[in-house]
Nanobody, 117 residues
């Protein structure tokens, strides 16, 4: 059974940093699933933040390029998102996701990130 669980959200001032972590189960890494992070801000649709594709490449939203870095540890079955130079517009619920092909099929419960100005 595929399961992803996030941790590490919180409140940070503008310009600060946070690191989100995701623990994955269900042989996600061995099966080569797409894995990454989405977010949903109040009143907005969920959007891609940063993902590892099935081929092992990475995709980032334009709004986070140069500030966020996604990484993974196959031995530990973990996926992290390092977020630097945070802005108030980064405030959202962040979700760890996994997908069989290119879109998420599995979602974590979400973790709140709030950036104060």
């Amino acid at each position: 059974q595929v399961r992803v669980v996030e941790s590490g959200g919180g409140l940070v001032q503008s310009g600060g940093s946070l690191r989100l972590s995701c623990a994955a189960s269900g042989n996600i890494f061995r099966l080569g699933f797409m894995m990454g992070w989405y977010r949903q801000a109040p009143g907005k649709q969920r959007e891609l933040v940063a993902v590892f594709t099935r081929s092992g490449g990475t995709n980032y939203a334009d709004s986070v390029k140069g500030r966020f870095t996604v990484s993974r540890d196959s031995a530990k079955n973990t996926l992290d998102l390092q977020m630097n130079s945070l802005k108030p517009e980064d405030t959202a619920v962040y979700y760890c996701v996994a997908g069989v092909i290119s879109t998420p099929n599995y979602w974590g419960q979400g973790t709140q990130v709030t950036v104060s100005s």
